[in-house]
């Protein structure tokens, strides 16, 4: 019996490209193709969740949403890799800067995504899990982004699986952002650890590309108008990875 449709894809494997990029929002998943895929076509919408397929510099690629979360995003790239024969998922989305050396603006690759998710307890293996990205498309987005002359930088992201917490009002230093830092994470997401766990136990390869939006420590933020911008950018990379590989 086939695995598709699924409750959450109403397609088939032959809709998707083998590289999908994921936004987590739908919106975002639109805009990347109308304004950067060649012929695209919608070939998901279940929950308003968005994908789409077309073709940039000539080669098939997907752009679909995740929605927001560690739950959310395991969902979809689990029957994306399992179900729909795609090989590779580029995360494209925010994180909230905590290094002292990052900045609005910046584009992280993802090396490593540390969590505070129970995510890994899933797979019962005997010790913790190191979630890290596919070396293939993390040297490739280095080198392109390069080329691009972007300001950019490599290594750990933090997966949360919550945008509020209730220590706030402890000292920079000491709060949960802060011992994090110290650590040497760059940023806070809330879905890279979840996508490279699946990546790894179905034998496919991913990659989180991430605009910073804004400072967590700091309160230093992007406007609307830079945020989309910026976003433009990191969308570029990721297509371009998409185009290579």
Not at 27 to 43: C, G, H, M, W, Y
Request: charged share 20%.
């Amino acid at each position: 019996m086939a695995n598709y449709p699924t409750p959450h894809i109403d397609a088939k494997p032959e809709d998707f490209a083998k590289t999908v990029l994921m936004p987590g929002d739908p919106l975002r998943s639109r805009f990347i193709a109308e304004n950067f895929l060649s012929d695209p076509k919608l070939v998901n919408n279940v929950r308003g969740v968005q994908g789409y397929t077309g073709t940039y510099r000539g080669v098939p690629v997907t752009v679909m949403a995740s929605g927001m979360g560690m739950p959310s995003i395991g969902i979809y790239s689990y029957e994306l890799f399992n179900f729909f024969g795609v090989e590779n998922i580029l995360r494209v989305g925010s994180a909230g800067a905590i290094g002292a050396d990052i900045h609005v603006r910046d584009v992280l690759l993802g090396q490593g995504a540390c969590t505070t998710s129970r995510y890994a307890h899933n797979f019962h293996l005997p010790g913790d899990f190191a979630p890290i990205a596919d070396w293939t498309l993390l040297s490739a987005a280095a080198r392109i982004a390069e080329e691009m002359k972007l300001s950019y930088r490599v290594g750990n992201l933090l997966s949360s699986d919550v945008f509020y917490n209730d220590m706030e009002d402890l000292s920079p230093n000491e709060s949960p952002a802060g011992r994090w830092a110290k650590m040497g994470v760059m940023a806070i997401e809330m879905e890279a650890a979840a996508l490279y766990m699946n990546a790894a136990r179905s034998g496919k390869r991913a990659l989180a590309i991430c605009t910073v939006s804004d400072h967590v420590v700091t309160g230093e933020s992007l406007p609307a108008i830079e945020r989309q911008n910026s976003f433009t950018d990191m969308m570029e990379l990721a297509l371009r990875v998409a185009a290579e590989i």
